[in-house]
Every structure is written in C-alpha cells, then in structure tokens.
T-cell receptor, first 115, second 116 residues
C-alpha cells in the first residue's frame, strides 16, 4: 500500500519556468490537498479538492493552479515560477464520508528551489 | 478564521525526561478536532495524537498524552520518557467540524531536540 506519492522529490527551476507537481493516492480518499512549508511558517494550504471534480483555493493560492484529474490524482502547476515559490510542497489526502473525521495522510514532500 | 499558535520555536529535553509542548488556538466553534503531528528530518508528516473537542477525556498514545483545556483553548503535548527518536519538529493543528470542506490549520511548529 503506497499511500500518498509525490513526484518529483526534488526540483530546481529558473525564474519564469513552469512545472507540474504530481500527487496520487491509492486509498480511495475523497479529499486531497496541497500545502507549502516554509521555515517558521508551518504548513499553509494552497488548494484543496473536496471531491473529484471540485477544487477550491486555500490560504496561499496565488501563482498556482491545480487539477483533480480523477479520484486518485491531484496535480499542482506553477505557470511561471518565482523565487518566492521556493519551498517544500506536501500533498495530502483524507477520507470524508459520514460524520466521522478521518486522519489526513501526507506524501513525502517535494523540495522545490527557484533560482 | 481559526488560528493556531505555538509560541515556543525551540525546546530541548534530556533523554528519559518529560517535556511539554504548548499550543493555543482560537475558534468560535464548539465542535472540532485537534492534532499533533511530528516531522522528523525525513520530512514525513506523522500523526502523533488527536483529540475530539466533545470528549472531556484527554487522549493518550503510549508515551504521548495531551492536556486539553477547552475553555482556555489550550492543547499541550506531553512526551514522557523522551527518546532520541523523538527529536523532530512538532506541529499543532486544528480542524473545524467534519465535512469534505473542513481543512487543517497548522501552527508554526516547534523544534524539539533530545540531549543524550
């Protein structure tokens, strides 16, 4: 059981380049999330998808786009990378059904550097 | 909007001793969930413990326990018999009531070092 997987693990971009971070989960979870982690800032939500076919902005969405390709996959795109987007990016997923709150599972993270 | 505050950026504990990590939060909701996550140098986010606000009993997981004070909006983590493997960054997090749109709000984290 792989859980939540992310590719790539590391990436270096030049300012203005574009790229897509991939995330997939094999737990049949409804909701998926993208966070960024910066020193001293904790994890901040970029975008989330409550269910297949829906996406919503989180706390820091500017400069990013997302696609919920299917139930398993949720990608994050940087159209024109900026040095301020240098960060560690985490994908997460969670089962959301009924009244119970289920644990959120995280991927291993992608360290992105924009020069 | 909910906020989570971890005011201590760093703490240190002697191996085998007990340490308490502090967390406060602000919310107007009466039902919610609180979590402590551990992030070792590997970067992996690991759930340590969770607390449902409607439960008065403090959650416990082996050497980890919480002191949940709902009226004071305080949620501290106690680590007993500290081990070298406990050295990590710890994040406190809040989630509003259940539902597909409920999201985690994290504190800024605290770095815990364990002295041998």
């Amino acid at each position: 059981n792989a859980g939540v997987t992310q590719t790539p693990k590391f990436q270096v971009l030049k300012t203005g380049q574009s790229m897509t971070l991939q995330c997939a989960q094999d737990m049949n979870h409804n909701s998926m999330y993208w966070y960024r982690q910066d020193p001293g800032m904790g994890l901040r939500l970029i975008y989330y998808s409550a269910s297949e076919g829906t996406t919503d902005k989180g706390e820091v969405p500017n400069g990013y786009n997302v696609s919920r390709l299917n139930k398993r996959e949720f990608s994050l795109r940087l159209e024109s990378a900026a040095p301020s987007q240098t960060s560690v990016y985490f994908c997460a997923s969670r089962r959301t059904s009924g009244s119970k709150s289920y644990e959120q599972y995280f991927g291993p993270g992608t360290r992105l550097t924009v020069t | 909007a909910q906020t989570v505050t971890q005011s201590q950026p760093e703490m240190s504990v002697q191996e085998a001793e007990t340490v308490t990590l502090s967390c406060t939060y602000d919310t107007s909701e009466s039902d919610y969930y609180l979590f402590w996550y551990k992030q070792p140098p590997s970067r992996q986010m690991i759930l340590v413990i969770r607390q449902e606000a409607y439960k008065q009993q403090n959650a416990t997981e082996n050497r980890f326990s919480v002191n949940f004070q709902k009226a004071a909006k305080s949620f501290s983590l106690k680590i007993s018999d500290s081990q070298l493997g406990d050295a990590a960054m710890y994040f406190c997090a809040y989630r509003s009531p259940t539902g597909a749109n409920s999201k985690l709000t994290f504190g800024k984290g605290i770095t815990l070092s364990v002295r041998p």
